[in-house]
């Protein structure tokens, strides 16, 4: 009996903290230094970017562009998620649903607001909202990208674990730890295409996108999976529950996938954009909605995974492959000055 308990604790355990996680996340999303464009003539766009960033409720980030030209580009390379533009023929809202559509739904009526307050009475001074990135009927609610990268990401952990399941770890040498790699590799090509032909070509969620998002989701995958096989070589079952905290229960709700990230609390906004779950969702998002822009952070963030893992993996399997000849070498010698004899093969 007493050897059920701990894997019970653990599942226990495993259920509380990807509770916590998700509930602390989530449960309450709130503006937290919202980066947006505002342009205008002379110094209204000036003044507008000062009152914004001075109302702390607002949690805005304003910042004057030089023209309504700047401020698309700003949103279409993901450096604001939206824009106020003064213009004499008629104000506009920019916004981007595909980045954040709670973000873009608030804009419009804080942009409305704020005007009113500065000119009372002008009905004028209402705002068009333009969508420069809509969200698709077949995902309205932008999560298709998402849940393909929690698939994918459960996916790749636990072929690195049911691989090393096969294999007693004490066994492996650098050529064999090089040959796992490449196993992984293969798998890491391999898995995106089922999903990706499921949402592409049976939904049409995520279409127009296929070879770039099979490339970047093999990247993805091969990062998770190298990454993983180096803890569960390093720390056996611990490097298993570490994959797993990193993953699943930090990184899933610091993906920046159901609520963006400045709508996180701090400690997941800090995060987010560095797990391999954050990296994985704004990439497929940048490939798909914005024309493959803004994908250096999401890259540079995979590569570091995957050869964090590739390197680990390497170093550990020379150091166990160091220990077995010492082992062998220390055997040899206690049996020759035994005057046992040393076996030739």
Avoid at 113 to 125: E, M, R
Avoid at 151 to 170: E, H, P, Q, S, T
Avoid at 223 to 244: E, R, S
Avoid at 319 to 331: F, G, I, K, N, P
Wanted: net charge negative; with cysteine; proline share 6%.
């Amino acid at each position: 009996m007493r050897t059920l308990v701990p894997p019970l604790l653990l599942g226990l355990l495993f259920s509380v903290l990807l509770t916590a996680s998700f509930a602390s996340a989530l449960h309450s999303p709130s503006f937290h230094d919202v980066r947006i464009a505002v342009t205008g003539p002379g110094d209204l766009a000036t003044e507008l970017a000062e009152g914004l960033n001075q109302d702390s409720s607002l949690g805005l980030d304003a910042r004057v562009v030089p023209s309504p030209a700047e401020a698309r580009s700003q949103i279409e390379h993901r450096e604001v998620y939206g824009g106020f533009v003064l213009a004499p023929g008629g104000n506009e809202v920019l916004v981007a649903s595909a980045a954040s559509d709670e973000i873009a739904q608030a804009l419009p009526e804080i942009f409305d607001k704020v005007l009113a307050s500065q000119q009372p009475g002008d009905t004028s001074a209402s705002a068009k909202t333009v969508d420069l990135a809509p969200l698709p009927t077949q995902d309205r609610s932008g999560s298709v990208g998402y849940f393909v990268m929690i698939g994918l990401a459960i996916g790749a952990y636990f072929a690195a674990l049911m691989l090393n399941n096969f294999v007693d770890l004490r066994l492996v040498g650098i050529r064999l730890a090089l040959a796992r790699l490449v196993t992984l590799a293969v798998y890491a090509l391999v898995a995106p295409l089922p999903v990706l032909l499921i949402v592409d070509q049976v939904l049409d969620a995520l279409p127009g996108h296929f070879v770039m998002l099979w490339l970047f989701l093999a990247l993805f995958v091969f990062a998770i999976a190298a990454f993983a096989n180096a803890l569960i070589h390093f720390f056996g079952m611990a490097g298993t529950a570490v994959v797993i905290l990193l993953v699943t229960v930090i990184g899933n709700p610091a993906a920046g996938g159901s609520v963006a990230w400045p709508l996180l609390p701090a400690f997941f906004r800090v995060v987010g954009p560095w797990t391999p779950n954050g990296a994985g969702t704004e990439g497929i998002r940048n490939i798909v909605y914005f024309d493959h822009n803004a994908l250096g952070r999401p890259l540079l963030t995979l590569c570091l995974y995957a050869a964090v893992g590739i390197v680990l993996t390497v170093v550990a399997a020379a150091l166990r492959e160091a220990r077995s000849v010492a082992v062998t070498v220390t055997e040899a010698e206690a049996s020759v000055s035994g005057g046992g004899a040393v076996p030739l093969a």
